[in-house]
């Protein structure tokens, strides 16, 4: 069978969603589509609306065959390695072909792009380092550092999916058999737009609208509208826990935070003293050098107390999450079975082997009493639809 993989949040999974996963069928011909998905936190740094499970179902019962989890420790990081972690776990599970969105102004060549990025990264690398502006972010600089070494290329900061998906092409490249790569298209809304028109709208625009109580039943399966309906998350639940680490903790102790540089563990105790909220926490903390989605990431590190050391030990321990699957799906868990250890069920030992991931859904369904148990005695939905 020829195994075509997505790389999703499902923040949450809605019509945009499945127009994607039927164009990744039909562009790759495929027999099964697998998705590797942020667990309970996202790339941004930010909680996700719904959780895991239930985002998972969703999409299984919209189209896709297999839904797998990127666990926290890749799942909430810079582009690369959220890239990294979900191409490797794809590759894994058996993909050949691999379907992205872009919002490029213009078409790409991702696989060609990618197989230079490997030629010249060592040079890419070196001259990113000579990138000494303090002003600019990480992405910017990299952005700068490409176009100085393919100026025929088009490298557009503004495009979140076209940036995603260099990083995708980046970590493809890297792999023994790289996975046919097949861009889509943004249908209708782009990234961040927050109007509701049509049948498609931005996941950004459908979360603003449930925060303000709108409808969005025209935009999201039944299967997302239930869940929203329900219950939803936001950072606004996690500001309090947040607040009293950054208050309680030491310097010292905030220092040894992953990713804790430049001093910023200063300007967060300070900024937490003063502010009665994440939104206006985060209009003080963030800046152009500091970017908004750096910071919760960061944020969410504090929060979970994860150094250096932790988040690189459980790096070395990759496993297979099942979250959704249906007939399909489950033959090629199958066959992937003995290439990486399947977590289909959490108890003592997989709490001991993936920390991170106890703790971050445990703080997850601690900011919000209505979300139930997320590892122990949870199995991944099994689709009895064809």
């Not at 003080?284 to 050098?289: D, G, T």
Request: charged share 20%; glycine share 4%.
């Amino acid at each position: 069978m020829k195994v075509c993989g997505i790389i999703a949040e499902y923040n949450p999974f809605h019509n945009g969603h499945a127009y994607h996963v039927q164009m990744a069928r039909e562009k790759t011909n495929a027999d099964v589509i697998v998705a590797v998905m942020s667990g309970n936190f996202l790339q941004r740094g930010e909680p996700a609306i719904i959780d895991k499970w239930q985002r998972a179902q969703a999409a299984v019962a919209n189209g896709v065959d297999l839904v797998i989890e990127l666990p926290f420790e890749w799942a909430v990081q810079s582009a690369d390695f959220f890239a990294r972690g979900a191409i490797q776990l794809l590759a894994d599970i058996g993909c050949t072909a691999l379907c992205f969105g872009s919002d490029s102004s213009q078409s790409f060549d991702y696989a060609h792009f990618g197989q230079l990025y490997k030629e010249n990264k060592a040079n890419i690398q070196e001259s990113f380092k000579q990138i000494t502006d303090p002003r600019l972010s990480y992405a910017q600089k990299m952005m700068q550092s490409m176009t100085n070494h393919f100026p025929d290329m088009n490298f557009e900061e503004n495009q979140p999916n076209h940036i995603l998906a260099l990083s995708y092409a980046k970590e493809n490249a890297e792999l023994v058999h790289p996975m046919e790569l097949f861009a889509i298209d943004r249908k209708q809304a782009e990234y961040h737009s927050t109007e509701l028109k049509g049948e498609i709208a931005s996941a950004t625009a459908i979360r603003l609208a449930v925060s303000n109580k709108q409808s969005v039943c025209s935009f999201v399966p039944k299967e997302t509208m239930i869940s929203l309906e329900a219950s939803v998350h936001d950072w606004e639940s996690l500001w309090p826990f947040l607040k009293y680490r950054l208050q309680m903790d030491s310097l010292e102790q905030l220092k040894g935070i992953y990713q804790m540089v430049d001093g910023l563990e200063y300007r967060l105790q300070k900024k937490a003293n003063e502010c009665a909220g994440f939104s206006e926490f985060m209009e003080s903390v963030s800046s152009k050098r500091y970017a908004k989605a750096r910071v919760q990431r960061l944020c969410l590190y504090t929060l979970l107390a994860i150094s250096t050391e932790q988040m690189q030990a459980q790096w070395q321990h990759p496993a297979i999450r099942p979250l959704a699957f249906n007939e399909k799906g489950k033959q090629i868990l199958k066959q992937a079975n003995g290439k990486l250890p399947i977590v289909s069920r959490f108890a003592k030992k997989e709490a001991q082997a993936f920390p991170l991931t106890l703790k971050a859904d445990r703080m997850y369904q601690l900011a919000n009493p209505l979300v139930v148990e997320q590892n122990f005695g949870r199995y991944a939905f099994l689709s009895k639809k064809p």
